[in-house]
């Protein structure tokens, strides 16, 4: 994998944050209880996603994740994916909107090469076509 | 796809700063694990947030973080280091 050390790949934003619609794509790991967990036995690590309902019930989301200590997300979802934080700053009219589509993946793989140029192209894609986001916020473990 | 406008928050800013990420947000001292705080931190957890969001509508610098010091979250930790090979 080559990666310019120079280019960096900026989206404008040129839109007010209260007329906004929000995603969230997470690499902590973080799907429903009732999705198929990321494999966390192969120490490649796992190239798929999951994607996240905008009405989920927060204590409906877990974490599978062997590259960090998730015990407190596992406690509070919202520290690592912040789905009831984004509806606080809506009702609030600090944003607009919740995406229609979040996502989650376990952000820990040897496949470098395969999740530059397959799993994030389609994530990216998924949240374009899918999500309605205006905006994406992107946290890790 | 034209792209969508992103904004990264990371405890592992040497880390994130590989990537280069167009705008990202470190909140000084959490650890890993803790992106927005600790649980049911809320207060903290939406000033967190705001703080990531309103880095979409400023000057930036992409490839660049900004770290913001939040005191209510307690003990501080020092971040994960990138591996000299």
């Not at chain 1, 793989?109 to 192209?121: F, H, N, R, S, V």
């Not at chain 2, 470190?26 to 705080?37: A, D, E, Q, R």
């Not at chain 2, 049911?40 to 900004?66: C, E, H, S, Y």
Request: proline share 8%.
């Amino acid at each position: 994998m080559t990666i310019s050390r120079k280019c960096v790949p900026f989206t404008p934003f040129d839109r007010e944050l209260a007329r906004s619609t929000i995603a969230i794509v997470t690499a902590g790991g973080v799907h429903l209880k009732d999705q198929k967990p990321f494999n966390t036995a192969d120490e490649l690590g796992d190239l798929g996603y999951r994607e996240i309902p905008p009405d989920v019930d927060s204590a409906d989301l877990m974490v599978s994740h062997h590259h960090y200590d998730h015990a407190d997300a596992d406690e509070d979802i919202n520290v690592v994916f912040p789905i009831d934080v984004l509806r606080d700053l809506h009702t609030e009219g600090f944003i607009g909107g919740i995406a229609t589509r979040h996502i989650g993946y376990m952000g820990y793989t040897q496949q470098l090469k395969a999740m530059y140029e397959g799993t994030a192209p389609e994530i990216a894609n998924d949240i374009d076509k899918g999500s309605r986001a205006d905006a994406v916020v992107l946290t890790g473990g | 796809m034209k792209g969508v406008p992103t904004v990264l928050i990371t405890v592992s800013p040497e880390v994130s700063a590989q990537m280069r990420p167009p705008r990202a947000l470190y909140p000084k001292g959490f650890k890993v694990g803790n992106s927005l705080g600790r649980p049911g931190m809320r207060d903290l957890q939406k000033k967190v947030l705001r703080d990531a969001l309103n880095l979409l509508t400023q000057n930036t610098r992409p490839g660049d973080f900004i770290a913001i010091e939040y005191p209510e979250y307690g003990e501080q930790y020092e971040p994960p280091r990138v591996k000299k090979l």
